[in-house]
C-alpha cells in the first residue's frame, strides 16, 4: 500500500455533495440509476474483475453482496451460479428489479445482521466511498471501524473480501487499508487497474481471512 497515484478528480463525486446516501438516492435517482444499462454494464464488468481476484474455485459457495443498490452484481453473480445475499441500505433500491434470488436484505453494512463465519465471500461494489471519504472525520473513522470488524466476523476463514471503491485522494485510500488492518487481522493489498488513467482506474482492496 505504498505507492502513490496522481488523482486527478474535478468534479465532484454524488458522495462529496450530499452527507447522506439517501438525500443522494432519491426515488428520482435511485430510478435513473437502475434504468441506466451503461451502469449495468460497468457494475457487472468490475464485478467480473472483482470475482477474479477472488480466486474462487466452486461455485458452491455463499457470497454477500454489501452496497447491492438495485442488483447488477447479485444478479450476475446468480445467473454465473452463485449463492448471493443481497444487502442495502436503501429499501427502494431492492424493489427495482425481482431480487428474490438473491435474498435481498435492508440493512447497514457498518453493522452486517449475521451470525460469524456466515459467508465465503463478501463483494462491496461503488459503495465504500459513501461510509468514508474525509480523513478528518471521527464518525466516518468510527463507522468504518464497525464495518471492518463487521465484515471480519461474518466472514468464514480462509475466505476473503473484495472491496471496490473511488476513494478521492491516495490518504483516503491508505487511511481506509490501514484501518483495515489495524482493526482487524486481515491481510490485505490494493489492486489498482489502469493506476495512471484517472478515468478509468479501478481501485480493489483485497482482503484474507486466515
Ligand atoms: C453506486 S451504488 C452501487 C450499487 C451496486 N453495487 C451495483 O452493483 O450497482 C452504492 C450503493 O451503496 C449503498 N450503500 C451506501 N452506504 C451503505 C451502507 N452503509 N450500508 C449498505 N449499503 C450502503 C447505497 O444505498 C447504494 O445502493
Do not use: H
Request: hydrophobic residues 40%; aromatic residues 12%.
Amino acid at each position: 500500500m505504498k505507492e502513490r497515484f496522481y488523482f486527478d478528480i474535478k468534479t465532484k463525486r454524488p458522495e462529496e455533495l450530499f452527507e447522506n446516501v439517501k438525500d443522494y438516492f432519491n426515488s428520482e435517482n435511485i430510478k435513473k440509476y437502475a434504468k441506466s444499462k451503461s451502469m449495468m454494464r460497468i457494475q457487472e464488468k468490475i464485478t467480473m474483475r472483482a470475482l477474479e481476484l477472488l480466486e474462487i474455485r466452486s461455485s458452491k459457495i455463499r457470497i454477500l453482496d454489501a452496497g447491492c443498490g438495485p442488483g447488477f452484481a447479485a444478479l450476475y453473480l446468480k445467473e454465473i451460479g452463485f449463492e448471493i445475499v443481497a444487502l442495502d441500505i436503501i429499501s427502494d433500491f431492492l424493489i427495482c428489479y425481482n431480487l428474490t434470488e438473491v435474498n435481498p436484505l435492508v440493512a447497514d453494512m457498518c453493522y452486517l445482521p449475521f451470525k460469524p463465519n456466515s459467508f465465503d465471500a463478501i463483494i462491496s461494489i461503488s459503495a465504500l466511498q459513501w461510509i468514508f471519504r474525509d480523513i478528518y472525520n471521527k464518525k466516518m473513522e468510527a463507522l468504518l471501524i464497525k464495518l471492518t470488524k463487521s465484515f471480519y466476523k461474518t466472514l468464514k476463514n480462509n475466505s476473503k473480501a473484495v472491496i471496490q471503491f473511488y476513494p478521492k485522494n491516495n490518504e483516503i485510500m491508505e487511511k481506509i487499508g490501514n484501518l483495515f488492518i489495524s482493526n482487524t487481522n486481515f491481510k490485505g493489498n490494493f489492486i489498482i487497474d489502469n493506476p495512471n488513467n484517472a478515468k478509468k482506474r479501478k481501485i480493489f482492496l483485497l482482503l484474507k481471512k486466515e
